[in-house]
């Protein structure tokens, strides 16, 4: 149950304009290209208008694949192909600075930050882009699951000086001998 199903009927229900058809970056563009072609040739999905008028954005799976800076890309993708209006910067006004101390509650567990971290270890390639792209790449003290996808060009240099706990799951004590803030 943690993954949506769905199905070619469903599509059909939901009548999209556009559909994402995502890819890993080591298998862009052939990837996009038989997904496109898939959609196109299955007769259930003919009268979609996605398909219908090849409205396909072509995104790839760390732009999609979890919350990160990569985001961004595919949100200003779609927003092309859908011809919005450009974003206003109106929102950043409206900014404030967090306010310590702060109690964050996610999956049944609250914790409690008596000031910012100082000392952080990202468990995931994402986390690790988004702090560096924030500019507190020098808060990392650690890294692990950092190695899957080339970071975006403007943070690559950044990024690399990050050290690597591990390329997959590091063992607690490699964890933990890095002293994060707890």
Same mark, same amino acid.
């Given at each position: 149950? *943690?993954?949506?199903?769905?199905? #070619?009927?469903?599509?059909?229900?939901?009548?999209?304009e556009v559909i994402l058809v995502v890819a890993y970056p080591a298998a862009v563009?052939? %990837?996009?290209?038989?997904?496109e072609k898939l959609l196109s040739d299955l007769p259930v999905l003919q009268n979609v208008p996605a398909v219908?008028?090849?409205?396909?954005?072509?995104?790839?799976?760390?732009?999609?694949?979890?919350?990160g800076v990569r985001n961004v890309?595919?949100?200003?993708?779609?927003?092309?192909?859908?011809a919005a209006n450009p974003a206003?910067?109106?929102?950043? %006004?409206a900014v404030k600075h967090t306010q310590y101390p702060l109690t964050i509650s996610n999956c049944g567990r609250k914790v409690t930050f008596?000031? *910012?971290?100082?000392?952080?270890?990202?468990? #995931?390639?994402?986390?690790?882009?988004?702090?560096?792209?924030l500019g507190l790449a020098d808060k990392i003290v650690g890294s692990q699951n950092s190695t899957h996808f080339d970071p975006p060009a403007d943070i690559a240099a950044d990024f690399q000086r990050v050290p690597v706990l591990a390329k997959a799951s590091a063992q607690k004590e490699v964890l933990f001998a890095a002293k994060p803030d707890a």
């Open positions: 149950e *943690a993954y949506a199903q769905s199905n #070619w009927e469903e599509y059909v229900k939901r009548d999209p563009p052939q %990837a996009w290209i038989d997904g219908k008028n090849k409205r396909f954005v072509r995104v790839i799976f760390p732009e999609v694949g979890a919350g890309d595919a949100v200003q993708k779609l927003a092309e192909v859908l206003s910067d109106a929102g950043a %006004a008596e000031k *910012a971290p100082e000392r952080v270890v990202t468990t #995931w390639h994402y986390v690790t882009e988004l702090l560096v792209k």
